[in-house]
C-alpha cells in the first residue's frame, strides 16, 4: 500500500508539522544528575535530520522529590537541566524538526537495583504498589496541588524554551495512571471513586492547570494505556461507554490530541468492532489521535526489555487503518530508536534497508 498520506501535512493549533510519523517518547536514562547533555541534544537531531515529524521526548520529570525512580532519567525543572533541553529544542530546530516534551511524575515504583532511591519517598494516591504491597505515602490533598502546579510549571517551561507542544505521561503503571486505577487507588476523597469517570479527576485538574499555563493556541496531548505493567491485559474502560465517561472529562479540561499507547496496534479494543484504542478514542471524543505499537516490527516493546529481538514487517494494515481516518499520527518507538533514518527509507520505500531491533540497541544514543 503506498504511503504517500502519512507524508501529509498536520496542523492542530499553532503546531504544524511536516508528516504523520512521530517518534514515540522511550526512556533512555543517559542524562547523569538529571541534566541532558551533548549526547542527548545530538541524539534527539538526528531523529529531526531524518525527517521525523513531531518528536516525543523521553519521559522527563516534575520538580517534585519523588517524582524520579531512575538516577539517569532527565528533569524538566531546574537551571541546568532547562538548559540542557534548550540545547537540544535548539538542534531539532536547527534540523527542521519539531518537538514536544513528555512531562512525568513516576508515582510509586519499586526501588531503582542500583539501590539509587530519590530524596523523599514515593507517593501516589494511596501508597499501593501494583498488583499488591506498598512503597511509599499516600498523596494529602497539598500535595496533590504541588504536583498539578508542578506541570504546570513545566509545560509553561516547554512554551518558554520553544518546543511546538507539551505531553503528559498518563499511562503505564506512573502517577496519573495510578489515580485512574482502581488497584492502586483506594481514595476516598474528591479524586477516588468506584468508577473511572469519577477517578479522572485528578487527570482533569493537571490538564486544566497546563492549559492555564500555556494559553487556547498551544496543543497538549495526554499519553494513555488500557494495559499495565503487570496486566497486559487489563482495561480500565471496558465498554465504550465506560471508555468515553474516561476520556470526556479530559476534553474538558483542555487535551487536544490523545496518545493511546498499545502493545500492538492491529488488537481491537473492544469485541464486535475492529477499531483499536486510538480509532475508539477518536470516535467517541472528535479529537486527533495517535497510535502507537509493534509498527514497523515483529515484535512487541514488552519482550524488547526482555531481550527478544524483532524484525522489519509490513506497515500495511497501519496504512489501512490510517487511510479509512481511524487515527492522525502514527508514533514510532523501536525503529526510530536503532535507526534514525527509519522515516526516510519508508518514504523512499527502500525496505531492503530497514533494520530490525535488538536489545543492544538500548545500550548507547545511536
Not at 16 to 45: C, D, H, L, Q, W
Not at 248 to 267: K, N
Request: net charge negative; hydrophobic share 40%.
Amino acid at each position: 500500500m503506498s504511503t504517500n498520506n502519512l507524508f501529509q501535512p498536520f496542523q492542530l493549533k499553532s503546531l504544524n508539522i511536516k508528516n504523520r510519523i512521530v517518534m514515540a517518547p522511550m526512556t533512555r536514562a543517559f542524562s547523569p544528575n538529571g541534566i541532558p547533555g551533548a549526547n542527548v541534544a545530538e541524539y534527539y537531531k538526528r531523529r529531526a535530520e531524518g525527517q521525523v515529524g513531531l518528536i516525543l521526548s523521553e519521559g522527563t520529570v516534575i520538580d517534585r522529590p519523588s517524582s524520579n525512580a531512575h538516577p539517569g532519567v532527565p528533569h524538566f525543572y531546574g537551571t541546568e537541566a532547562l538548559n540542557g533541553w534548550k540545547h537540544v529544542i535548539d538542534a531539532v530546530h536547527a534540523a527542521g524538526g519539531a518537538m514536544a516534551p513528555q512531562i512525568w511524575h513516576q508515582g510509586i515504583q519499586p526501588n531503582h537495583p542500583s539501590g539509587w532511591l530519590p530524596s523523599a519517598p514515593f507517593e501516589g494516591p494511596s501508597g499501593i504498589l501494583a498488583p499488591e504491597g506498598t512503597n511509599g505515602k499516600a498523596l494529602t490533598e497539598e500535595d496533590i496541588a504541588d504536583i498539578v502546579r508542578a506541570f504546570a510549571q513545566a509545560a509553561a517551561d516547554a512554551k518558554r524554551l520553544g518546543f511546538e507542544t507539551v505531553e503528559l505521561h498518563g499511562a503505564h503503571g506512573y502517577l496519573i495512571d495510578q489515580f485512574f486505577y482502581a488497584l492502586t487507588n483506594k481514595r476516598t476523597d474528591k479524586y477516588g471513586g468506584n468508577t473511572i469517570g469519577e477517578r479522572t479527576r485528578f487527570a482533569a485538574e493537571v490538564i486544566k492547570e497546563v492549559r492555564k499555563a500555556v494559553g487556547e493556541d498551544y496543543p497538549i496531548i495526554i499519553r494513555l494505556s488500557q494495559f499495565k505493567p503487570t496486566e497486559y491485559n487489563h482495561k480500565l474502560a471496558a465498554t465504550p461507554a465506560e471508555m468515553e465517561a474516561w476520556l470526556t472529562p479530559m476534553v474538558d479540561a483542555g487535551v487536544d490530541i490523545f496518545h493511546c499507547s498499545q502493545r500492538r496496534f492491529w488488537e481491537p479494543e473492544f469485541e464486535g468492532d475492529d477499531l483499536n484504542f486510538a480509532g475508539w478514542a477518536k470516535k467517541l471524543t472528535g479529537k486527533a489521535t495517535i497510535t502507537v505499537g509493534s509498527i514497523g516490527l515483529s515484535g512487541d516493546f514488552m519482550g524488547a526489555f526482555q531481550g527478544e529481538s524483532s524484525s522489519p514487517s509490513s506497515l500495511d494494515e497501519l496504512l489501512r487503518r490510517f487511510d479509512r481516518g481511524d487515527f492522525d499520527l502514527v508514533a514510532v518507538g523501536r525503529p526510530l530508536l536503532a535507526d534514525p533514518a527509519w522515516v526516510v527509507k519508508i518514504k523512499e520505500e527502500r525496505n531492503g534497508e530497514l533494520k530490525g531491533f535488538s536489545k543492544e540497541a538500548l545500550a548507547t544514543l545511536i
